[in-house]
């Protein structure tokens, strides 16, 4: 009799430790459940922060070549109307007093009519010289853009020390992008000019195996680039750099001077 008891009661203990075994055993699956359910959660939140993050970024990039689209046209309607107030200011003034120094040459002012039409034959020149460049530099295509930069250096001189630097390796690139390096170059020593107190320009150009880095540098003011007004000149330096593929970084530093470096792909 007391055999029996005793298998009733172990049959008893390992029922109810069956059943302690399965309840801890559902309770760690439900907390597995809702461990997981919570890590997909998250990762699901932070998939959508990602793609919200992009997307936004995607959108700002977006309104940010419209924005240089927008400025580069603005900036085309610009140069053709002081394009057009030379021609009629300068070089139609000239073909003017050319006209009335030609109705009225006669032996007496032979001499001196003479040296003034000379003078305003060589202004034209001059003129017609200048409003060609700016439309597109011919030479550059002839010359190349190491030979065109040390023009530009000379015709600088007198007004700003310009130190230029170019890596014996660099190869000549195709006639776009040379053009879109040169008017980059070209802006900002004339912004350096216009707005800076800098005296020393310098023109780095180095051939790396992916890229060609541009680096230009001056001893001006410079100025904080995120709070400054994004003006023309600022605007046609990153369109410029943007259309051949480039990424560019300024480096100012307030009271020190400005530097911008760009790289463009090989």
Do not use: C
């Amino acid at each position: 009799m007391l055999f029996i008891l005793q298998f009733i009661y172990q049959n008893i203990f390992d029922i109810k430790e069956v059943r302690l075994n399965i309840v801890l055993l559902f309770i760690v699956v439900i907390v597995l459940i809702v461990i997981i359910s919570f890590i997909l959660l998250a990762y699901r939140n932070f998939i959508k922060r990602i793609i919200q993050e992009k997307d936004a970024q995607y959108q700002a990039e977006i309104e940010h070549q419209k924005e240089l689209t927008s400025e580069n046209i603005k900036g085309q309607e610009d140069e053709r109307k002081r394009i057009a107030i030379t021609v009629h200011d300068d070089i139609g003034n000239r073909l003017n007093i050319l006209s009335l120094w030609l109705n009225n040459l006669n032996a007496e002012n032979q001499g001196s009519s003479k040296k003034i039409i000379t003078s305003q034959i060589t202004e034209l020149i001059d003129s017609t010289r200048n409003i060609s460049h700016s439309l597109y530099p011919v030479n550059l295509e002839k010359l190349g853009l190491a030979l065109y930069l040390q023009e530009l250096v000379t015709n600088l001189s007198y007004r700003i020390n310009v130190s230029l630097y170019i890596d014996s390796s660099y190869e000549r690139k195709d006639i776009f992008t040379e053009v879109q390096i040169y008017r980059v170059i070209q802006e900002f020593t004339s912004n350096v000019i216009k707005h800076s107190t800098a005296s020393e320009v310098s023109i780095y150009i180095k051939k790396n195996p992916k890229h060609t880095t541009v680096i230009l540098t001056d001893n001006g003011q410079s100025f904080d680039y995120e709070t400054a007004n994004k003006g023309m000149g600022l605007k046609n330096i990153e369109s410029r750099i943007s259309s051949v593929k480039g990424f560019h970084k300024w480096k100012n530093k307030i009271g020190k001077g400005s530097r911008i470096i760009f790289n463009i792909p090989n």
